[in-house]
């Protein structure tokens, strides 16, 4: 006996069915506010300085400094103090000269006292000085200090509006799988 056995067979089919998912975002741009304060600024003045030196202008005119007077009236004032007794003593010898006598004696040394104190007089006039004084200025820039303050951001994030629709996947059988077995 031979018997046969015959299958027949069909694959199943699955079917699918996709409904993409949807998506739709809105948002609005931010807005930003920028608020920004002015620098601080410090400003440190100097006063300027300002010299004269008038000693060559006295000079011209014949008026000295203190100090260059003061040195001439100490010398000034040593010689004619080594001077004065100078003829103190030669007074004093012509008054002791006993061989000479002198005849009047103290009214000749007081005539030549006289004659002798007697100073000549001398003026000079200066109306206006050869050249002006000498002038230093010194002038310094100001300090000036600056201090930046930060900008202020404010930020006004609005969020966005997002609608999301699901998407659908379906997976069903199509044909159903045949398997036929004959004898």
């Known amino acids: 006996m031979n018997t046969q056995l015959q299958i027949r067979s069909s694959l199943a089919q699955l079917g699918i069915r996709i409904t993409p998912a949807e998506m739709s975002i809105k948002r609005e741009e931010p807005k930003v506010e920028i608020q920004s304060k002015p620098a601080d600024m410090q400003i440190k003045r100097h006063d300027a300085k300002l010299d004269a030196d008038w000693s060559q202008v006295w ?37 002791a000269n006993l061989k000479a006598r002198e005849e009047n004696v103290f009214a000749n040394i007081a005539r030549d006292n006289f004659f002798r104190k007697r ?51 379906k997976v069903y059988l199509e044909k159903e799988p045949i398997v036929d077995i004959y004898v």
């Not at 010689?79 to 100078?86: F, V, Y």
């Not at 006039?125 to 900008?151: F, H, K, S, Y």
């Open 59 to 95: 000079e011209d005119l014949g008026l000295k400094r203190i100090s260059t007077l003061a040195a001439e009236r100490k010398s000034e004032g040593i010689r004619k103090g080594m001077e004065a007794i100078s003829q103190i003593a030669q007074d004093g010898d012509r008054v």
């Open 119 to 169: 100073d000549a007089v001398q003026v000079v006039i200066d109306a206006l000085p050869n050249q002006g004084p000498d002038w230093t200025v010194d002038v310094r820039p100001p300090d000036i200090e600056i201090t930046p303050n930060p900008p202020v951001f404010k930020v006004n994030d609005i969020r966005p509006q997002i609608d999301v629709r699901l998407g659908d996947v």
